[in-house]
């Protein structure tokens, strides 16, 4: 199954260095194929677990994306990633 959520990143810096870097950490801890898009503009998804992927996608503060988990526990890991977008990462 994919559980999708659509979410405001919240860091200042957006997802670059050390927010993406997190975020790409526990994405990839969790095990499940997790995809990331823009929800502006024509970018294709990338993979979440991709720090290099996560820097090109180029979401800024205040940029909306959309998240997709498939795996078990889908709706779990959506829940925990949503969250975690939008904290600031900047200051965690």
């Known amino acids: 199954m994919t559980a999708t959520a659509t979410v405001v990143v919240a860091s200042?810096?957006?997802l670059h260095a050390r927010p993406a870097s997190l975020?790409?950490?526990t994405v990839a801890r969790t095990g499940h194929a997790v995809t990331i898009r823009?929800?502006?503009g024509d970018k294709p998804a990338?993979?979440?677990a991709?720090?290099?992927a996560l820097l090109t996608l180029g979401a800024g503060h205040g940029a909306e994306v959309e998240l997709d988990v498939t795996g078990e526990r889908e709706d779990e890991v959506?829940?925990?990633l949503r969250d975690?977008?939008?904290t600031d990462l900047?200051?965690?």
Do not use: K
């Open 46 to 48: 990338v993979n979440a």
């Open 78 to 80: 959506l829940a925990e």
């Open 50 to 52: 991709s720090l290099i």
């Open 84 to 86: 975690l977008l939008a």
């Open 38 to 40: 823009l929800t502006a």
């Open 12 to 14: 200042a810096s957006g």
């Open 23 to 25: 975020f790409a950490q």
């Open 90 to 92: 900047d200051a965690a």
